[in-house]
Nanobody, 121 residues
Framework: VQLVESGGGLVQPGGSLRLSCANSIVTNHRYCMGWFRQAPGKAREGVAGIGTNGVAAAADSVKGRFTISRDSAKTTLFLEMNSLKPDDTAMYYC?????????????????WGQGTQVTVS
């Protein structure tokens, strides 16, 4: 397994969680990394991503609440989630790609983790 997510769970509205993604793939700065989520019956959507140039982007629905970051060795990707809402309930996945013109587009990524469930209730 090359990407392993952790940190999901059950949290009350307004609460916080920190997701982590251990990455054994990225070895240089050419890779983009991102967080995605998928709720039952809905399409997978981009939450936040970091491009090959290190610039981060986030979906409008999570701006100001979620923060993406990675460690200096680029082996762990994080998603700090604050002020969680019931609408944030979903399976959260991390992913990597060689080059991502749009870091929030799932089609730009070729390697995915198994996901970690986040439930806000």
């Amino acid at each position: 397994v090359q990407l392993v997510e952790s940190g999901g769970g059950l949290v009350q509205p307004g609460g916080s969680l920190r997701l982590s993604c251990a990455n054994s793939i990225v070895t240089n700065h050419r890779y983009c990394m991102g967080w995605f989520r998928q709720a039952p019956g809905k399409a997978r959507e981009g939450v936040a991503g970091i491009g090959t140039n290190g610039v981060a982007a986030a979906a409008d629905s999570v701006k100001g609440r979620f923060t993406i970051s990675r460690d200096s060795a680029k082996t762990t990707l994080f998603l700090e989630m604050n002020s969680l809402k019931p609408d944030d309930t979903a399976m959260y996945y991390c992913a990597t790609g060689v080059y991502c013109a749009n870091v929030l587009s799932p089609s730009e990524y070729d390697t995915w983790g198994q996901g970690t469930q986040v439930t806000v209730s």
